[in-house]
Each structure stands twice: as structure tokens, then as C-alpha cells.
């Protein structure tokens, strides 16, 4: 089973539209990093949450966790082309192992 | 400028030929992982190593063999058990534990 579950899996986005990407875990989340990959690229890095209600932004992303520590969302306003690609959600396991949601794929109409 | 490498960028592999991808880090981290990225499946930890010399498997590590002798490079050995090597390949690398995974770029492995 997943241990980290994304949702939508793809979404095509007007440009200027607002949109929300889930990710959800059965268990309490210790370190929720959100990542963003370009096809055929490596990942980029983009926020990290650790603390319960804890929201973050840059630019025009901003990440939420959840009070639980078990969900965290991530949205962003006015999507623009440059925003299309693949966001990924990873979380910490014991013994420094890292864990990988299915990703979500953003793909931009005009 | 610091980061990862990987190389080749795409590498091809005929049947019961074993291939090595190269990942090469001068962050001074102490963990590196390998994953592989199938289509619809996110990333699976193949293998990942705390310190040199010491190595442990992650959730897909058959047909798969790695070496830590320096702490800059991470190998990883795709061998001819591996069946379904098609796949694009991921290597991380981490500082401290809590902190960020930085990657490079990936290598794509397609087999004739």
C-alpha cells in the first residue's frame, strides 16, 4: 500500500486559475517536504513543513500541514506555464529513509 | 558549483549485460540514496547509505547492487536479475537527518 497518497493524480489548469494539490498519510507525519520535477529532470526542492498548522509560501505556492500531522496541502494562485510539471510530496521513515507520494501531474491550457 | 552529478544522461543495456550509473556529490553529505522512478509510481528507495562503507536495501534493491568507498560517489550496478531495468534513475543526497534530499538530474536506462 501507499504510505503517502496524492490527489488528483493530473489536472489540466487554465492559466490564472487557483489550484489545490492534497497529499495524505495513515500516519503522523514527522517532516513533509513538497517537490516539484520537470519531465525527465531531477527534483527541486520547494518547502518543507515539520510542526503541526504550520503553512509556508514562496512566490505563488503556499504549503499547509494539517494540526494532525497528517495531511498537507499544496496550492498555487495564478497558475502560469512556468508552474507545469510534476509535485511530489515526501515524507521522513525511520533510520534517514525517505518515503514518495505517486506525484501530480499540472499541465497548463491558455 | 556544488550539487550532484549523474552520468551518463541516458544509458542503454542489452540483455544479461550488467551497467553501472555514476552519482557524484561534493555537498560533503554523509547519506545518499538511490530511487527509481516509474511512470505513475512516484519514487522507490533502492538502496540508500548513511556512511562509506556501509550500505542498506530499500524496498526494490533485487537485481540491484551498490558500493560507498568514497564519500563523494554512490554507484549503483543494474545487474542482468534485474528484469524490467527500463526505468529513469534518481540520485539523492542529504546532509543531516530533517534537512532537504537534493538530486541530480537522473539517468534514463532503456534496454535493447
Known amino acids: 500500500s501507499q504510505e503517502l497518497e496524492q490527489s488528483p493524480q493530473s489536472l489540466i489548469v487554465q492559466e490564472g486559475k487557483n489550484l489545490t494539490i492534497n497529499c495524505t498519510s495513515s500516519?503522523?507525519?514527522?517532516?513533509l517536504y513538497w517537490y516539484k520535477q520537470k519531465y525527465g529532470e531531477g527534483l527541486i526542492f520547494l518547502m518543507m513543513?515539520?510542526?503541526?498548522?504550520e503553512e509556508k509560501s514562496h512566490e505563488k505556492i503556499t504549503a499547509k500541514l494539517d494540526e494532525k500531522k497528517q495531511q498537507s496541502s499544496l496550492q498555487i494562485t495564478a497558475y502560469q506555464p512556468s508552474h507545469a510539471g510534476i509535485y511530489l510530496c515526501?515524507?521522513?521513515?525511520?533510520?534517514?529513509?525517505?518515503?514518495f507520494g505517486t506525484g501530480t501531474s499540472l499541465t497548463v491550457i491558455p | 558549483d556544488g550539487g550532484i552529478t549523474q552520468s551518463p544522461k541516458y544509458l542503454f543495456r542489452k540483455e544479461g549485460q550488467n551497467v553501472t550509473l555514476s552519482c557524484e556529490q561534493n555537498?560533503?553529505?554523509?547519506?545518499m540514496y538511490w530511487y527509481r522512478q516509474d511512470p505513475g509510481q512516484g519514487l522507490r528507495l533502492i538502496y540508500y547509505?548513511?556512511?562509506?562503507?556501509?550500505?542498506q536495501k530499500g524496498d526494490i534493491a533485487e537485481g540491484y547492487s551498490v558500493s560507498r568507498e568514497k564519500k563523494e560517489s554512490f554507484p549503483l550496478t543494474v545487474t542482468s536479475a534485474q528484469k524490467n531495468p527500463t526505468a529513469f534513475y534518481l540520485c539523492?543526497?542529504?546532509?543531516?537527518?530533517?534537512?532537504?534530499?537534493?538530486f541530480g538530474p537522473g539517468t534514463r536506462l532503456l534496454v535493447l
Open positions: 500516519k503522523t507525519l514527522y517532516g
Open positions: 513543513l515539520q510542526k503541526g498548522g
Open positions: 547509505s548513511q556512511i562509506v562503507n556501509d550500505f
Open positions: 539523492a543526497s542529504r546532509g543531516q537527518p530533517g534537512e532537504t534530499q537534493y
Open positions: 555537498l560533503n553529505h554523509d547519506a
Open positions: 515526501g515524507a521522513d521513515r525511520t533510520g534517514n529513509q525517505f518515503y
